[in-house]
C-alpha cells in the first residue's frame, strides 16, 4: 500500500503530523478520523506522488549524508541479519527516524515492498540516495537470499570509501588553510601597511630603497586592481567548471590532472582504489562481471580513467581476462592487474581485489600524509620570507633616514 503524509488537528486543536498507509487518501482520512482527529491535508508520499504531479520525484534533494546512509545501511543489515523480514525492518527504522524527509523515504520503501515490489526496484524510486552501485550489490543479495551479508558488506564499503575520503580531506586541510590566511595576511600588509609607514618618507626628496619603491608599486596595483583580479579568478573558476560539462574537453582535462608530478599519482591512486573495492564487492555479491564492471566505471569521478575502464569492459566482454584488459591500461596502476590476474588464477577474484583495493587506498594515504608533512613547513618557510620582504621594505627607508641624520 502507498503510504501518506498527513497533517491534523487533535480534540484540543493541536497540530499533529505523521505517516499512514492505506489504499487512498479517503481511507486515510477515515483512519484519522477513527483517532478523533480532524484531517486538513493529506499528501501522497514518494515516486507515487511525483508521477501523479507529473513532476519530479520528492527526493530530488539528497536525504541521506554519506555517514548518514551508512549508518542506515548498518542498521538496516543488523535487523534483516538477526532474521527480522524486511518490511518490518523498515517499519523499525521509520519509528527511528528523526529526519522527517527521512522518515518518508523508508515509508515510501516500505510500502514499495509490502505492494510486492523488490527491494533494489523500490530505491530506484530515490537514483540520488542509492546510486546504481548500492541498487545492484542490493539485487545480487535479494537474488542469492543472503540480503542481510550483503547489506553488511556494503556498509563496511561505504565506511572504508568515507574513511579514505576523510583522511586525505585532512591531509590537505591544514596547508589549505595556512595558504588562506598566508595570502589574506600578506594582501593586508601589502595594501594597508605598507603605503601607511612608507608614506611618511615618500615627502623627502631621496630616493627610497628599491625593495620599498617594489612593494610600493605592488600595493598601488593591488589597490587599483585587486578587485578586477578577484573577479576574473571567480569568472575563471566559473568558466572552468561550465568547460567541463563538455564530456570531450573534461576527458582531456583529467587525462592531464593525472599526468601531473605528485597530485597526479594520488588522483590515479584513488580512482583505483575506489573501482577495486566496488568492483570486489559486486563481485562477492554474485553480480555478473560484466555488470560489475560497468557499475565500478560509473563510480570513478576521472572521466580519463573511466574511459580506460570502459574499454577494459570491452575486451572483457570479447573473452579477454580480466587482469589482461586491465594491464593494457596505463593509467591504472600495474598492481590491480598483478591482484586480478592471481584472483583469476586461484579463482579468488572478489578477494584478490579487496586486498588490492586496501594496498591501493594504504599507498595513497601514505603518499597523500608525506606530501602534507613536506609542504606544511614549506609553506610556513615560504609565508616568513614574504613577511621578511615586507618588513624589510618597511625598515629600509628607516635605516636610510638614521644614516642621513648622522
Do not use: C
Not at 487533535?10 to 505517516?19: E, F, I, N, T, V
Amino acid at each position: 500500500m502507498p503510504a501518506y503524509r498527513y497533517e491534523a488537528l487533535d480534540a484540543d486543536g493541536k497540530p499533529a503530523r505523521g505517516l499512514l498507509e492505506a489504499d487512498n487518501a479517503r481511507a486515510v482520512r477515515s483512519q484519522l478520523r477513527q483517532q478523533a482527529l480532524v484531517p486538513l491535508e493529506v499528501t501522497l508520499v514518494g515516486a507515487a506522488a511525483a508521477a501523479a504531479a507529473g513532476s519530479a520525484s520528492r527526493f530530488g534533494r539528497r536525504v541521506f549524508s554519506a555517514s548518514g546512509l551508512t549508518v542506515w545501511t548498518r542498521q538496516l543489515a543488523g535487523l534483516v541479519g538477526s532474521g527480522l523480514p524486511l518490511e518490518r525492518a523498515l517499519t523499525a527504522l521509520v519509528d527511528e527516524a528523526e529526519d522527517e524527509r527521512q522518515r518518508e523515504l523508508v515509508a515510501h520503501l516500505r510500502a514499495e515492498v509490502n505492494g510486492g515490489a523488490a527491494f533494489a526496484k523500490a530505491l530506484a524510486a530515490a537514483p540520488r540516495e542509492f546510486d546504481e552501485v548500492y541498487r545492484g550489490v542490493v539485487a545480487a543479495g535479494e537474488q542469492s537470499g543472503a540480503l542481510g551479508g550483503v547489506l553488511e558488506r556494503l556498509a563496511d564499503d561505504l565506511e572504508e570509501r568515507q574513511a579514505l575520503k576523510a583522511k586525505l580531506i585532512g591531509a590537505t586541510l591544514y596547508p589549505a588553510i595556512v595558504s588562506g590566511i598566508a595570502v589574506l595576511i600578506v594582501v593586508f600588509l601589502v595594501t594597508y601597511v605598507v603605503p601607511q609607514v612608507a608614506s611618511v618618507f615618500t615627502s623627502s626628496k631621496r630616493a627610497l630603497p628599491l625593495l620599498t619603491t617594489l612593494m610600493l608599486g605592488l600595493s598601488a596595483f593591488l589597490r587599483q586592481w585587486g578587485l578586477l583580479l578577484l573577479a576574473l579568478a571567480a569568472a575563471g573558476v566559473v568558466a572552468l567548471g561550465v568547460m567541463r560539462r563538455n564530456e570531450a574537453l573534461r576527458l582531456r582535462m583529467d587525462a592531464a590532472w593525472l599526468r601531473l608530478p605528485l597530485v597526479g599519482r594520488l588522483a590515479r591512486g584513488y580512482n583505483a582504489a575506489r573501482f577495486a573495492g566496488t568492483l570486489a564487492m559486486l563481485a562477492a555479491a554474485g553480480v555478473p562481471i560484466l555488470k560489475a564492471l560497468q557499475a565500478a566505471a560509473e563510480t570513478l569521478s576521472n572521466r580519463a580513467m573511466r574511459a580506460d575502464a570502459l574499454e577494459a569492459l570491452v575486451q572483457v566482454r570479447e573473452g579477454a581476462p580480466l587482469a589482461s584488459a586491465l594491464s593494457g591500461r596505463k593509467r591504472f596502476p600495474g598492481l590491480l592487474a598483478m591482484f586480478a590476474r592471481l584472483g583469476e588464477q586461484t579463482g579468488e577474484l572478489p578477494r584478490m581485489l579487496e586486498r588490492a583495493a586496501r594496498q591501493l587506498a594504504s599507498e595513497v594515504q601514505r603518499r597523500a600524509m608525506a606530501l602534507a608533512t613536506v609542504l606544511e613547513p614549506l609553506l610556513i618557510v615560504g609565508m616568513g620570507v614574504v613577511v621578511m620582504l615586507i618588513v624589510l621594505a618597511v625598515l629600509l627607508p628607516i635605516i636610510q633616514l638614521n644614516t642621513w641624520i648622522k
